[in-house]
């Protein structure tokens, strides 16, 4: 008859609560970090060797502290790169222990040489969670952004 009482309605039951069972549970994020990027300055240029920073800002919303890395790469064909000479496309950063509601922030070098074009260079970022040591992920957030090239 579960399927008539779904329809007519059911009384319900209105037991107490048992003492062992919390009055409420607590929220459980799915997002661990908010993540923001800004660039300083704005604009990459083109043609030249000179860098920008790139300001990636890291906000824990769980309730528990948090070990924190965070991952940057480039795209492999354009002269862009973590170095002056533009040949590393991947950096990571150790952020360390982020407490509740705290915000840190990591500034990354982001170089062009004099082969460099004009464009919109897609960078990806990844803000990981983690467990006793850098070796072990509970979880991630992917953030992407474009640096305009001009």
């Known amino acids: 008859m579960g399927f008539l009482d779904s329809l007519l309605g059911k ?4 037991a107490p609560a048992s003492k062992d069972e919390p009055a ?3 929220k459980v ?3 661990p970090f908010k993540v923001s990027m800004s660039f300083s300055p704005l604009r990459l240029t083109a043609n030249k ?3 920008v920073i790139m300001l990636v ?3 824990n919303l769980t309730n528990d502290t948090q070990m924190v890395s965070a991952d940057a790469l480039l795209p492999k064909g354009r002269l862009i790169g973590f170095d002056p000479t533009c040949i590393n496309k991947h950096i990571e950063k150790k952020v360390g222990d982020v407490a509740p509601g705290e915000t840190k922030e990591v500034s990354i070098p982001v170089w062009g040489n004099n082969q460099t074009t004009p464009g919109v260079c897609p960078i990806g970022v990844r803000v990981y969670a983690h467990y ?3 070796e072990k992920v509970l979880s991630y957030v992917k953030h992407r952004t474009s640096l305009r090239v001009v």
Do not use: C, M, V
């Open 57 to 59: 800002k890291i906000t």
């Open 132 to 134: 006793q040591t850098y």
């Open 29 to 31: 994020t799915a997002i």
């Open 24 to 26: 409420y549970t607590p």
């Open 11 to 14: 009384e319900k039951d209105d």
């Open 49 to 51: 060797s000179n860098s």
